[in-house]
């Protein structure tokens, strides 16, 4: 597939487009507590000792709910730039 031509007005207003997008303010999600995060990881173990399953599964999701979050929520703030070398 061929590269596009980077000097096409029609690409060069999208590429403007997005700069532009890009400059607007983020809507956070305001951050769990530490404390918060570290109970239920030390709580896991316990349930999982004490056959809860239950409350095991459910603290487990949490905890993959939340890391997901934190690691989606570094990314979104990681501008992607693209080598002009490369097109």
């Given at each position: 597939?061929?590269?596009?031509?980077?000097?096409?007005?029609?690409?060069?207003?999208?590429?403007?487009?997005?700069?532009?997008?890009?400059?607007?303010?983020?809507?956070?999600?305001?951050?769990?507590?530490?404390?918060?995060?570290?109970?239920?990881?030390?709580?896991?173990?316990?349930?999982?000792?004490?056959?809860?399953?239950?409350?095991?599964?459910?603290?487990?999701?949490?905890?993959?709910?939340?890391?997901?979050?934190?690691?989606f929520d570094?990314?979104?703030?990681?501008?992607?730039?693209?080598?002009?070398?490369d097109?």
């Amino acid at each position: 597939m061929p590269c596009p031509e980077m000097g096409d007005a029609r690409l060069k207003a999208l590429i403007d487009t997005v700069h532009a997008e890009r400059g607007k303010e983020l809507k956070e999600a305001i951050p769990l507590p530490p404390k918060l995060v570290v109970s239920l990881e030390v709580m896991l173990p316990k349930l999982i000792l004490e056959k809860k399953d239950a409350a095991a599964i459910t603290v487990w999701w949490v905890l993959i709910l939340i890391y997901a979050s934190l690691r989606f929520d570094a990314g979104v703030h990681v501008a992607m730039s693209i080598p002009r070398d490369d097109l």
